[in-house]
């Protein structure tokens, strides 16, 4: 039988208490691999900047993926092994596990969508149990990531791009869903969250959740 209900989650600060990319950072300092007091810098004026909405999505994307360039890919995946085991598998919370397992339980179509990277994103949604993420897709060449980002950065309306062209290649267009559900705590998936027939503000910021009261939306706090 063909699924009828797409459910759809974000990840930084929605199923995780934390971000991602900006836990990778700290990561990449602790190791020393990167200078702690330009990058902090950076990343705070970067992070407080999109958390205002008012970043370019490739200036945001490309700032993390920068963290991958020139690294040998044996090396990344070795620093990437300790980052999961130390930064994100201890944050993830056994209701945000709870919650994606109940979709995944009932059949649903169940995507992670994330405007974090892939090289980052990929064992992360298999820790969940995801079969389908959409994310950002760092750009590689001759087997090295560039620090450039591959298309269209999976973040605010590209998030509706990527989401309709991964549905169109299955088959499966929005519109053939009879219910459609979107968990995110951030401004930046508004346009996502305006789309879907559930919409859920999961631990949202005063934006998100300003709007969620206006509109009726459902808010979720999960700890």
Partial sequence: MPQDVLALFDLDRTLLSNDCDEAWIEFLIERRVLDR????????????????????????????????????MSRLEAWRSEYLRTKIVPDITAAARELVARHLSAANLTVLTTAANRFLTGPIAREFGFEHLICTEPEI????????????????????????????????PFSTFRRTWFFSDSRNDIPLLSRVSDPVAVNPDPTLAALATERGWQVLRLA
């Avoid at 990058?39 to 490309?62: D, P, Q, S």
């Avoid at 620090?147 to 989401?163: F, H």
């Fill in 37 to 72: 007091a330009e990058f902090e810098a950076r990343n705070a004026a970067v992070v407080e900047r999109y958390r205002l909405g008012i970043v370019g999505t490739v200036e945001y994307t490309e700032f993390y993926v920068s963290t991958l360039a020139s690294h040998p």
């Fill in 141 to 172: 060449r001759n087997g090295v990531y560039t620090g450039k980002v591959s298309g269209t950065p999976n973040m605010r309306e590209g998030k509706l791009e990527r989401l309709d062209t991964w549905l169109e290649a299955r088959g499966s």
